[in-house]
């Protein structure tokens, strides 16, 4: 796969920037998505549906505080987060980039239909309470995503970057821990397998997957030399498998670490993960230097990327704060990268790339209004009294957020790429 750099907004017939980095009249005037152009680029359609996920899982607090849901709404909201929010965003974006980085033929619309269909089975049966329908559609779309995937790689031309190997091991978190929060409901108190299982899905898989892309793909975002290349053949050089062999290491590492922490000793566990993952993060990408094109965008993926290991620290430090750790992980950290990385898959494949080294203004309201649903998220844990207001206003803040982020990328995921 070409290593070049992308050409210039001539060449990708990118429209003119609006102020704030938004879309322009140009660009809601562009010509039309062809239909049998989705199936390979299925982020067009899983991207919308998460953030309708996330922001219905996100609307149950206030609704419940409200008296206006009458269920208790933390299994759901955490099952509709991971995997309707957080899942969405990784199909979306590994069934656009996979089949690319491996040269091979892109989903087709039967494959994507079976995915989109246990989909939104399994979100619906988590919001009717029913965790363990929905944890069975969710295992079946996982593991038939990787069949799809395992099927073409025979006939690959290329093989990704030797981090994906990290992001081999974060995909497998997810039906490890789907099948041990089935496994949860059913065997004995031996193993905690709900806690092993929620460990893999909310922390393991996502802390693996944006360390493994990250470390080939931030460099390039952020204008640092990269240190992470394709392969350049259907089979890897001795080069190649050398420096695969950390990511690999370091994924079995974080696996075994949730051992660890529920098994032996609690922080231990914890803090190896986040310590282990942080060091190679940070030697493939050197966040404290000073990105090529500052902006909005490349500060919150600073913030994001700080926020995981400081509010993993936090949880093996104050295990009485738990939640408020968590969440400093999943909602500054994951959320706001994910929010990043999904705002360069939107641009790219709508002829915008060029656009994405500006200042995208509107990335500002998105990063504020994310750190003050974070603040406000935790001060709900200090201050237990006020539990529910707390909520409710972070709730609030992070849906102001996303909406901010669905109001300028939405409109151009039915744009398509004028070079393709």
């Known amino acids: 796969m070409s290593e070049t750099s992308d050409p210039g907004p001539e060449a990708k017939g990118g429209s003119a920037q609006a102020a704030d980095g938004g879309p322009t009249e140009a660009d809601f005037s562009a010509g039309k998505l062809r239909w049998s152009d989705i199936p390979g680029e299925p982020f067009r359609l899983l991207f919308p549906l998460g953030l309708l996920a996330g922001v219905l899982a996100v609307l149950l607090w206030p609704l419940f505080f409200y008296d206006l849901w009458f269920q208790y709404p933390g299994p759901s909201h955490g099952r509709i987060m991971i995997m309707g929010f957080f899942g969405a965003?990784?199909?979306g974006f590994l069934g656009t980039a996979a089949p690319r980085m491996l040269e091979v033929r892109p989903l087709r619309w039967v494959e994507l239909g079976v995915?989109?269909?246990l989909f939104l089975t399994g979100t619906t049966a988590y919001f009717a309470g029913s965790l363990a329908t929905g944890d069975v559609a969710f295992l079946l779309l996982f593991a038939g995503f990787a069949g799809m995937l395992a099927?073409?790689?025979?006939?690959?031309?290329?093989?990704?970057p030797p981090s994906f190997a990290l992001v081999l091991w974060g995909y497998a978190h997810l039906p490890a821990g789907l099948l041990f929060l089935l496994a949860g409901g059913t065997f004995g108190t031996g193993v905690p397998w709900t806690a092993l299982g929620m460990g893999f899905v909310a922390e393991g898989a996502f802390l693996c997957m944006i360390t493994g892309v990250g470390a080939f793909f931030f460099p390039r975002l952020l204008g640092y030399p990269p240190r992470q290349r394709f392969a350049g053949g259907a089979t890897p050089d001795s080069e190649w498998f050398r420096?695969?062999?950390t990511p690999f290491a370091i994924g079995a590492l974080v696996f075994a670490s949730f051992w660890v922490e529920h098994m032996i000793h609690g922080a231990t566990g914890i803090a190896l993960r986040y310590a282990t993952v942080s060091a190679y993060l940070l030697r493939m990408v050197p966040l404290w230097r000073k990105a090529e094109h500052p902006g909005f965008l490349t500060l919150s993926l600073k913030?994001?990327?700080?926020?995981?290991?400081a509010g993993g620290f936090a949880m093996a430090l104050f295990p009485d704060y738990?939640?408020?750790g968590i969440h400093a992980v999943l909602l500054t950290g994951f959320g706001m990268v994910t929010l990043v990385v999904a705002t360069r898959v939107i641009f790219g494949h709508s002829g915008r790339r060029n656009q994405i080294e500006g200042r995208v203004g509107f990335f500002g309201v998105i990063l504020a209004l994310t750190l003050a649903a974070a603040a406000l998220r935790f001060l709900a844990d200090i201050y237990p009294g006020s539990y529910g207001a707390f909520l409710g206003k972070s709730a609030f803040f992070w849906i102001a957020g996303i909406l901010v982020w669905a109001r300028y990328t939405v409109p151009l995921a039915s744009r398509p790429d004028p070079e393709e």
Do not use: C, K, T
Request: without cysteine; positive net charge.
């Open 115 to 117: 995915l989109l269909g």
């Open 243 to 245: 420096r695969a062999a």
């Open 322 to 324: 738990r939640m408020a």
């Open 151 to 160: 099927l073409r790689f025979p006939r690959r031309s290329d093989l990704p």
């Open 89 to 91: 965003f990784v199909i």
């Open 303 to 309: 913030i994001g990327l700080a926020a995981v290991p």
